[in-house]
Nanobody, 126 residues
Framework: RVQLVESGGGSVQAGGSLRLSCDYS????????VGWFRQAPGKEREGVGK???????KYAVFVKGRFTVSRDHAKKTSYLQMNSLLPEDTAVYYC????????????????????WGQGTQVTVSS
């Protein structure tokens, strides 16, 4: 079965950086996407960025060049590098995956992803 485990969360001051990791396993189809999402208290879960099996990234508009999604195919790990962090970036960050023939065209809608990690907390103080 597909499993995803996030790590790398923590507390940082505004302007700082964090790199989150997502170790995934159990993906059996050759086409898949791994997405990053976040959910702040009282808010809906929103997409941050994603990367597909050929390494093509896609980002939410609010990222504005501050975040980078990458992946190490051999290690089956995706990374979310977050720079110039703002207090409004405080949230629980999740990685999620979807596999299938259409998965490269998947966007950043949470409902399009089938498998989810447990999340990791990111807190940015001003």
């Amino acid at each position: 079965r597909v499993q995803l485990v996030e790590s790398g969360g923590g507390s940082v001051q505004a302007g700082g950086s964090l790199r989150l990791s997502c170790d995934y396993s159990g993906i059996t189809y050759f086409r898949y996407s791994v997405g990053w999402f976040r959910q702040a208290p009282g808010k809906e879960r929103e997409g941050v960025g994603k990367i597909d099996d050929v390494g093509a990234p896609k980002y939410a508009v609010f990222v504005k060049g501050r975040f980078t999604v990458s992946r190490d195919h051999a290690k089956k790990t995706s990374y979310l590098q977050m720079n110039s962090l703002l207090p409004e970036d405080t949230a629980v960050y999740y990685c999620a995956a979807v596999q299938g023939l259409w998965s490269r065209s998947i966007g950043l809608a949470p409902n399009d992803y089938h498998y989810w990690g447990q999340g990791t907390q990111v807190t940015v103080s001003s």
